[in-house]
């Protein structure tokens, strides 16, 4: 599946179906990764809120992955030539 989001207000649900779709509850995710309940709670609900470290750890638990994507113009060409993609490793864990 891939998903584009656009704003900030469209990364909680899609946390949210993530996770649902691994069949993790918020606590489990949590564990998993070193965050309480209410942490994930917190990033689901404002995801505004977290760290590009944060949401890249939540992805990695997840399965998914962060790419970025030049948007295109109407005339369908592109407006940058930005595209990276990364991911982090679990065993990078900070307290937040």
């Known amino acids: 599946m891939k998903t584009f989001i656009k704003t900030s207000g469209q990364l909680g649900p899609l946390l949210k179906q993530l996770r649902v779709e691994k069949g993790l509850s918020q606590a489990a995710l949590g564990a998993k990764i070193g965050l309480?309940?209410?942490r994930i709670?917190?990033?689901e609900g404002r995801p505004e809120s977290i760290t590009?470290?944060?949401l890249l750890?939540?992805?990695m638990a997840?399965?998914?992955a962060f790419s970025v994507?030049?948007?295109h113009s109407l005339q369908g060409q592109a407006v940058a030539s930005v595209s990276a993609s990364?991911?982090?490793g679990i065993g990078d864990k900070e307290n937040w």
């Open 69 to 71: 994507e030049p948007r």
């Open 36 to 38: 309480s309940q209410e």
């Open 86 to 88: 990364a991911t982090l």
């Open 41 to 43: 709670s917190r990033i």
């Open 57 to 59: 750890t939540v992805l």
């Open 52 to 54: 590009v470290d944060q």
């Open 62 to 64: 997840l399965d998914a």
